[in-house]
């Protein structure tokens, strides 16, 4: 059975290296971005089957690229796990209006991320 | 044969104003037309301007056109002053210039009196002079040699005139009522005397010489009289033309003959617009043969062995040609007797009314008797004394010939009788233009200017052998030389008429305006000032009675009221009337006519209203309820329209000037409330506008704050993220290998760094911002700044290859600042430069400084990425990378030039970028060397006591 692949997106170099621990610790395949055009770029070619998705990046913002993954009819299938210090309500109604399927506010638990994380590749039909 | 002439002229002038009169009594008027009208004014023009005007040029030039000139000027006016008279007389029903002031001020009896008596004394010695120069023209005519004294003829000339001026001037006591034979008698001796002296010009111009050129030549051929050809000629000053322009001006409006023919004897107002061309052109062509008469006597007669006076009679009878002497004799008469007729004709009517009728009234009120018996016994005295005056008034001109007259000039006399006539002039144009002109200030005016007219004009006349010593004139009286009468409070350099004039004026006009100023007019004096100047605006005299005529009925009063108060607050007012006043609602109706009767208000209330459905007869209000009707409406509408609305149920609905002016006053006073009004809405307007961007600014400060607040918390998850979920790895993985484990410990302690950098620098900001950082400020090296802060820079940008280049003048001027701030300063825009700047090699950072006015500049340059224009402010506040909501700036707190801004600022400097992308920045520094003293927050020190 292949692992599914989880695309990491932040620009904090130690938040995205405690996730890139947390995710292969868990067996899961780890793609990185470090801001929101690399992100865009890493979707397009690898059919990621979650995306850790921060929303405040230097050049495109998060829910920008949540929106593009939704656009995009291939991608159908890729779950977004929006991962936020804005944790203010109308950010996380943003969140979900761009297509994400959980908006978890930092600082997050991590033993909660991963059950949430398992949660949801589970559900997916493959 | 020359005393024939005279009769029969005489005669026919008899026969003239007789057939007037009848022609008068069958209303087919021959004065009712403008050319008789502007002829009759030409009565101006007497023996004086006959005789005297070519004695006065043979003599002194140009200079007699004055007194013609003044007249013509100021007929242009006539059609604004004199028609103002005019109607003001005719309203009136005044019939003299005493009239005329002495209603104008009050009616004052003193006042017309006074004006009177300067008349008379002004212009006996006038009247006098027409005398002498009928009798002395009659000797010239009919030789020296001749039967008759000089005196016997000027009796025997005044008592001609007297009886025809009885005849025709004083028929009854009517004095409003025109006499028309005069007029006409008059305006047909104007038309004799201009014909008789167009003949004399002709024949002297053109018989003796051969035209105008002629006569013009020969005399300029002479020496002596070459120089009256100038307007200065013999010595005539600017001061002087001056003054005969100003008098004859007063004189030929209120002169008491021209008053008369000008304002009394006026048919029609209409009558001046001809008046105002015609009479001028008169003056015109009566002058034009002036000079030449003159000079040909001149140069015919000789200068020194003739009186100029008598050239016009001399001339024809020393070139043989008696029928002519015998027309200029006849041309000099008229003049003479037109004006003697008409100046006794006016003296008389204002003696009689304002010297004897005064006196006789105040006697007969006081004498028992039936009304009418009284009234018919004063109005046979008025005519009797009218009758009266007209000898007393030819008697003393008589007299006055007889004493002195003979000795006098034509031309000075005259004049100084303009300059006697002169002093109503304040009085008369300040009463018809000035309302604030009163009776005091009018008479002691008149009294002054009448005094040193006398003084000035008249006591150097009467100086000689055996009358007034002659030191009065070289010592003044008394020795005082203040009081010489040529030369008043030592005024001297003036010719003698205008000195007169100017003094004389000076103290006229000086109290007639300083009295009507210092005492308020009574009741009296205001009406009648309102009458006078605004007698254009006026309807008719009834208008001006106070107090209620009309009888209005109650029930109008009732709607009156009702109509501007509503029904309660009528019936409440009448209720209150009724209680104060019981006896005023005494009501015309049977059942209510009961001896103990005392109306109630509700049966007043009733009764009105019974009036205005039954046909019963309705009863006038009581005065006492119109009185209180007006004060309660004039709470409402003001006093004016409270009246006007009365006056309109009284009847007396013609709204009058006065209540015009009135209702305009008090809604202009409606309309600055109005302005006031508007004026503090403005105002509450401009509050409430301020009010709203304070709490706009309020609103903003809030949401600042939240926003704050919001990328404060935001950015302290950040760092507390990692540390949150490295501590959670390390916790649930024992198992993890040392290098890692050591890796996440750094990790956490490197957040933790960060996280307490964070809040250092929040804490910083927010002490900056509330003011609560104080400065240690003294002299520093900028040098030696620059210096530690680029080697504290140093190792971070030599590790990312960047240059750095300090140019900091060590000589600079010390600063005045805090040296940690101002290092901070620093070393802020240094990391700033260092983190914009591009990696591998090529990044190069500059800091220099130079001395610029008053202040030093710094400025720290790098080659990096650049910032738009858009954001040159923007980057200078707190977290402007988190208000691009979901961008971020890679490095940073978003605090750094926030802060430098505000440390800049606590310095009193300014702080700016220059830069687009791309092309590097350059942060701009200024800090003043002399900073302003700061004044110390005065209460924030004794707060916690």
Redesign the interface.
Known sequence: MIMPAILIVDDEPNIVMSLEFLMRKNGYQVGIARNGSEALAAVAQTPYDLVLLDVMMPDVDGYQVCRTIRENASRAATKVIFLSAKSQPTDVQQGYAAGADLYIPKPFSTRQLMEKVRELLAKEPC | MVIGFSFGYLALLFGVAYAAERRSATRQSLVANPYVYALSMAVYCTAWAYYGSVGRAAHQGLSFVGIYLGPALLAPAWWLVLRKIVRVCRQQRLTSIADFISARYGKSAALGALVTVVCVLGVVPYIALQIKAISGSFVVLIGSGGRVEASVAALFTAGVLAVFTILFGVRSVEATERHEGIVLAVALESLVKLLAFLVLGGFVTFGLFHGFADVFNQAAAQPALARLFTLHGAGTSSAEWFTLLVLSMSAVLLLPRQFQVAVVENVAEDHLRKAMWLFPLYLLIINIFVLPIAFGGMLRLGGGSFDADTFVLALPLATGHSWLALLTYLGGLSAASSMIIVETVALSVMSSNHLLMPLLVREVSGRSGAQPRRFAYLGRVALQSRRGAVVLVLALAYGYYAAVGHQLPLVNTGLVSFAAVAQFVPAVLGGLYWKGGTRRGATLGLLAGFAVWFFTLVVPTVVGPGRLPESILTAGVGGISALRPGALLGLEGLDYLSHGLFWSWFFNIGLYVGASLAWPPSALELRQADVFVDVFRRRSLAEEVAGWQGHPLLPDVRALLLGFLGKKRTNQALQTFAKRFPDALVINNEQVVGASYQPTATDLGSQAQALGTTHQAPNPADPRLLLYAEKLLAGTLGPASARLLLASVAGEEQISYDNVVGILKESQQLLEANRQLQKQSRQLQRLTDELRQAYQQLQALDQQKDEFL?TVT??L??????????A??LA??PDLEEE?RER?HN?IG??AERLTRLISLILDLEKLESGQTTLVRAPVALAEVAAEAAEAVGQLARAKGIALHLDVPAELPPLPADRDRLMQVLINLLSNAVKACPLGGTGRIGLLAWPAADALLLCVEDNGKGIAQAEHHQIFDKFFQ?QH??????EGSGLGLAITKKLVELHQGRIWVESAPEQGARFFVELPLAPPVRATAPFSTSYSL
């Open positions: 919001y935001h950015e998850r950040t760092p507390l993220t990692s540390i949150r979920a490295l959670e790895i649930d993985n890692e996440f990790t490197r957040e988190a909501q979901n961008m971020r700036k890679p």
